[in-house]
């Protein structure tokens, strides 16, 4: 009570001067803040993709080649050879055949054989009364094929032996080359041959020899001509 007295009195004094308000009660000091804006966020989405993962599968592919074996003439097999005019089959021969070729080097002579395979080709020419057959091949090594040439004739008919023929001639053309024949002394194409009558061939039933027949072909270089398992028809007319 005292103290509003006292304020009282002040207050009147002051308001003399007119330096304050009579309201002791001092009002609030009012503050308009600003309202305050939430901003809510929304949540991230976080989409993750399934990574597809495709796998490839490289195929690789190998080719083989399989190489066949060469192919190795069988000893044994005798070589068959025809001549074939118009589709008709004339001549026939069918043997084992060697050649027994000479020549020379800084040491003296040699020898070298040649056998007459499966792989020689068969040419040659069919009339009513000569035949001939020419066998060749190429030597391994060899600038030039070798040639082994057979003529038939036929014999004049008798009674008792009709339309028989014999090979009347045999000629053998050879090429000598260092590659064939190592260390040569002469090189060149050669040639040697027989005239007569060789493998006398019956009409009926042709002729057949098994065993071992030797013919010197005369030349520059005598060459011997070896035959063996012959069969041979030759003036035939067959299909």
């Known amino acids: 009570m005292t103290g509003k007295i006292v304020c009282l009195v002040f207050a009147l004094a002051l308001l003399a001067f007119g ?3 009579c309201d002791s009660t001092k009002k609030p000091e009012t503050t308009t803040a600003a309202p305050m804006t939430t901003t809510t966020t929304a949540p991230m989405t976080t989409t993750t993709a399934d990574a597809t993962t495709t796998t490839t599968t490289e195929t690789t592919t190998t080719s083989s080649t399989t190489s066949m074996p060469p192919t190795t003439p069988d ?4 070589p068959k050879f025809a001549i074939t005019e118009d589709g008709n089959v004339c001549l026939v021969v069918e043997a084992k055949m060697e050649l027994f070729v000479p020549y020379f080097d800084t040491k003296g002579k040699l020898v070298k054989s040649f056998n007459i395979g499966q792989d020689a080709s068969a040419k040659g020419k069919c009339a009513k009364d000569k035949e001939t057959m020419t066998l060749s091949w190429t030597p391994s090594g060899s600038p030039k094929p070798f040639n082994l040439t057979l003529t038939f004739v036929k014999l004049p008919s008798s009674a008792s032996n009709k339309d028989a023929s014999v090979v009347q001639n045999i000629m053998f053309q050879y090429f000598l080359s260092d590659e064939v024949f190592p260390g040569t002394n002469a090189t060149g194409g050669f040639a040697a041959h027989a005239k007569g009558s060789f493998f006398e061939t019956p009409a009926s039933v042709g002729y057949t020899c098994t065993a071992q027949q030797n013919v010197t072909l005369d030349g520059e270089r005598p060459v011997s001509f ?8 030759a003036f035939r007319n067959s299909t």
């Open 226 to 233: 070896g035959v063996s398992s012959i069969h041979a028809e």
């Open 75 to 78: 000893p044994n097999k005798i």
């Open 19 to 21: 330096l304050v308000s």
